[in-house]
Structure formats: structure tokens, C-alpha cells
């Protein structure tokens, strides 16, 4: 069945430094990936998505590409800001079925 | 505007009691989960209704049912509560179009206390 692998956390990074959240994942057929994002207290909001291979997602400084040929859909963003501390998850809907299925989540830090 | 609305917010439940988790939308969403939360684990899906009158499992049914009462309504069962099934659970629902998904929209969750 399908997959999805991201890094484990926490992450931990000083304000404006580089940030790469790894997200890899299985699926069969052509599946859409997301990031969505839970910031402390509250519910899980979507951050960005890709539905096709080669489709960039940008929100918020926020960017994440859709590469078919390492199955991934890492998270990047140029300089974090303190406000970014949250939990990031990695979800994936396939075209096969209707599941929608999530990563463990990597929980991010980031120091003033 | 109400989204996706579920209750309780929070319940202490005896092991072996019943309960309901209740959820509805008001977006006419026609695809509807739930997923529980625990640390270290991330979302797990449950089950989940791809439309009215139809229920699959997720990654984790055991102990659990469910019921797409109509559009709107996709309701969770714990027909007999263990301490296993102490999490936060979040309902969700997206619509989707030409078999991809949107964006998935959540409940406030509830926090289910198993003793």
C-alpha cells in the first residue's frame, strides 16, 4: 500500500537559518502530495500541495516539489522565522483509492 | 462560517464503555476521515467515506466503526473503549474531483481519555 516517510524530529534551528524537512514516499499510480502544518494548540491546516510530478507548492516562504524520480516532496524554506515552530506533516492522496495518509510529522523548533 | 464541526471536545470514558464521536460538514465535501493523533505516531487513519453510503478502512479500524449517515454526517464508534484508544481525534473532510483530493479540511478534534 501506499507510504509516506518523513524525517523524524525535532528540528531545531536559529531564526532566518535554512530549513529542509525531508518527505519521501510509495504510492502506486500518481498520487498528490501535501504539506500541512499544526501550530501549537491548534488544528491541522494545509501549507501546500503538488498534484503532479515536476509541480512546485509555495505558501508562505514555504516551497516543495513534486520529483517522481526520488519520490519525494521535501520542505524548504529560506529563512525560518520564530512564528514557523510547529509540527509539519507530509500527506498523500492517491488516485486509486480515497485515502488520504500522513507522515509521523516533524516537530520544528525555531530559536530567536 | 462552521466547516467541519465535531463532538465532544473531550471525554473520560471507562474501559469497556460505548461512545460516539459525532462530525459534520457544511461544505458539501463528498469525501470524509478520521484519523487519531498520538505522539510519536503522527495521524492515522481510521476510516474514511469516499461518499455517501460507502465506508472504508484506513490504517487502523480495529475497534472502531463508522457511519455516513448522509452527506453531511460521518459519525465513530467505539463499541467497547480500551486504553489503547486514548488519543485525539481529528475528523476531516476534502471534496474531490477527477479522483485527486483537495485540501483537507479538519475538526477542532477530540481528546478521548481511556481509563
Known amino acids: 500500500g501506499n507510504s509516506v516517510t518523513q524525517m523524524e524530529g525535532p528540528v531545531t534551528l536559529s531564526e532566518e537559518a535554512f530549513l529542509t524537512i525531508n518527505c519521501t514516499y510509495t504510492?502506486?499510480?500518481?498520487?498528490?502530495l501535501f504539506w500541512y502544518v499544526q501550530y501549537p494548540g491548534e488544528g491541522l491546516q494545509l501549507l501546500l500541495k503538488a498534484t503532479k510530478a515536476d509541480d512546485k507548492g509555495s505558501n508562505k516562504g514555504f516551497e516543495a516539489t513534486y520529483r517522481k524520480e526520488t519520490t519525494s516532496f521535501h520542505l524548504e524554506k529560506g529563512s525560518v522565522q520564530v512564528s514557523d515552530s510547529a509540527v509539519y506533516f507530509c500527506a498523500l492522496s492517491g488516485n486509486r483509492d480515497d485515502k488520504i495518509i500522513f507522515g509521523k510529522g516533524t516537530r520544528l523548533h525555531i530559536l530567536p | 462560517n462552521a466547516g467541519v464541526t465535531q463532538t465532544p471536545k473531550f471525554q473520560v470514558l471507562k474501559t469497556g464503555q460505548s461512545m460516539t464521536l459525532q462530525c459534520a460538514q457544511d461544505?458539501?465535501?463528498?469525501?470524509m476521515y478520521w484519523y487519531r493523533q498520538d505522539p510519536g505516531m503522527g495521524l492515522r487513519l481510521i476510516y474514511y467515506s469516499a461518499s455517501e453510503g460507502t465506508t472504508d478502512k484506513g490504517e487502523v479500524p480495529n475497534g472502531y466503526n463508522v457511519s455516513r449517515l448522509n452527506k453531511r454526517e460521518f459519525s465513530l464508534r467505539l463499541e467497547s473503549a480500551a486504553p489503547s484508544q486514548t488519543s485525539v481525534y481529528f475528523c476531516?473532510?476534502?471534496?474531490?474531483?477527477?479522483?485527486?483530493?483537495?485540501?483537507?479540511?479538519f475538526g477542532e478534534g477530540s481528546r478521548l481519555t481511556v481509563l
Open positions: 504510492a502506486t499510480g500518481y498520487p498528490s
Open positions: 461544505m458539501n465535501h463528498n469525501s
Open positions: 476531516a473532510s476534502t471534496r474531490r474531483r477527477q479522483g485527486n483530493a483537495g485540501e483537507l479540511f
